[in-house]
């Protein structure tokens, strides 16, 4: 099949199917079938960039290798970073297991959690701004992230993330100069692919969240964010629309900028608590308080 039309059918499919298949994650009722459309919408959005990859030639198990020394080597770099930054730690119960995170000074309440040792980190300022069981859900939050990529190593999921990525781009390069049209519909492709991954990845952390805090996790969510609940479009495009606007860059901690795009808080909101009436089935006891060291 000739390049330009095989990227541009690859293309198409990405731009259609996957806003209508977060559209369909929305509409689920409970955390079990929420986690399950995510997670395929998780994994579709992988698909495109890879489909697209491979048309530039795709990658060997060299070029997974680099990439996942690579992704390790920034994530080591990271943690030593905020590391150094650390002022104290606090303990939680969560699942089933005990959960160390490092406290950073810093204005912003947030967290976030990195792929080596998953380390989680939170800020003074979410515990000025959250209750004790707030805060649980969100170092609940950042644990979902890992657990959303199961069975995968977080560092291996990444990597293979970061190889599509790279590879859609090179595709989009490469047609360029023998057909514009099809690689603009590859750029658009790939852009919606990144901002689903990483919206669905951000919907499977809260869900993992709710799992096992219950309501903390859309209490927490409404404080920290301020927005409230916002059913989602009828209409794909003026949610895809929605979606590319909010591929902009984004500040983070510290000196970081982000470039994983988050969905609207609004829509976040909306699914918690529609799967959150539905009833909780926690796989683990309730959040112990946080222990500070």
Known sequence: MDACLAASLVSAAGVVALPLLYLWGLR??????????????????????????????GWDAGT???????????????????????????????????????????????????????RVYVTTALYQVASPEEAAAV??????HGEALRPLPPLL????????????????????????????????????????????????????????????????????????????????LRLLAAAYASARPRRGPQRFFLVNPHPPPGLRLWLLGRVLAGGVTSPGPAPAAAKPQ
């Open 28 to 57: 689920a009722r409970g955390l079990g079938q929420a986690w399950r459309r995510m997670r395929l919408l998780l994994a579709s959005s992988v698909a495109v960039l890879a489909a697209l990859s491979l048309l530039s030639g």
């Open 64 to 118: 997974v290798a680099a990439a996942l020394v690579l992704v390790a080597a920034a994530q080591a770099l990271m943690v030593q970073f905020f590391e150094r930054r650390v002022v104290t730690e606090a303990v939680y119960g969560l699942g089933g297991r005990s959960v160390r995170v490092g406290v950073l000074a810093s204005r912003q309440p947030t967290a976030f959690a990195t792929a080596v040792g998953r």
């Open 139 to 144: 170092v609940a939050h950042e644990l979902g």
């Open 157 to 236: 999921g990444l990597a293979v993330l970061a190889l599509s990525a790279a590879g859609a781009a090179d595709t989009v390069v490469a047609l360029a100069t023998m057909c514009p049209l099809a690689a603009l519909l590859s750029a658009a492709a790939g852009l919606a692919a990144w901002v689903f991954y990483n919206w669905a990845w951000e919907h499977l952390a809260d869900i993992y969240s709710a799992w096992l805090t219950g309501y903390a996790a859309l209490y927490a969510l409404e404080r920290i964010t301020g927005a409230a609940p916002e059913p989602p479009p009828g209409n794909p």
